[in-house]
């Protein structure tokens, strides 16, 4: 049985960091994402990552590009997302998603979903 379990989150003040943990158990994946809802809001892509023969690839949604990083570790099948310099519009409910194909942007092209971890930043 397939399990994306998050860890992590909890509440910073502004400029602040976490990291965010995506521990995968049943089986590994080649595609993983990190998504975002804030109340109100349409679940967002936040970042993601590819692996290939010939390495991985990194995506980063344009809002966190240079804040945020994503990285996994193999050996733990867990993927990790790195985010700092938080401000108060990173508030949300982060997702890991896995088993993505075609654009791993879009939501619907995931197999997989956690349950989520709140992040509130306070300002």
């Known amino acids: 049985q397939v399990q994306l379990v998050e860890s992590g989150g909890g509440l910073v003040q502004a400029g602040g960091s976490l990291r965010l943990s995506c521990a995968a158990s049943?089986?590994?994946?080649?595609?993983v994402g990190w998504f975002r809802q804030a109340p109100g809001k349409e679940r967002e892509f936040v970042s993601g990552?590819?692996?290939?023969?010939?390495?991985?690839?990194?995506y980063y949604a344009d809002s966190v590009k240079g804040r945020f990083t994503i990285s996994r570790d193999n050996g733990k099948n867990t993927v990790y997302l790195q985010m700092s310099s938080l401000n108060v519009e990173d508030t949300a409910v982060y997702y890991c998603?896995?088993?993505?194909?075609?654009?791993?942007?879009?939501?619907?092209?995931?197999?997989?979903w956690g349950l989520g971890t709140q992040v509130t930043v306070s300002s």
């Open positions: 049943g089986r590994t994946f080649n595609t």
């Open positions: 990552i590819i692996w290939s023969w010939n390495g991985a690839s990194t």
């Open positions: 998603a896995a088993g993505g194909r075609g654009n791993l942007r879009i939501t619907d092209n995931y197999d997989y």
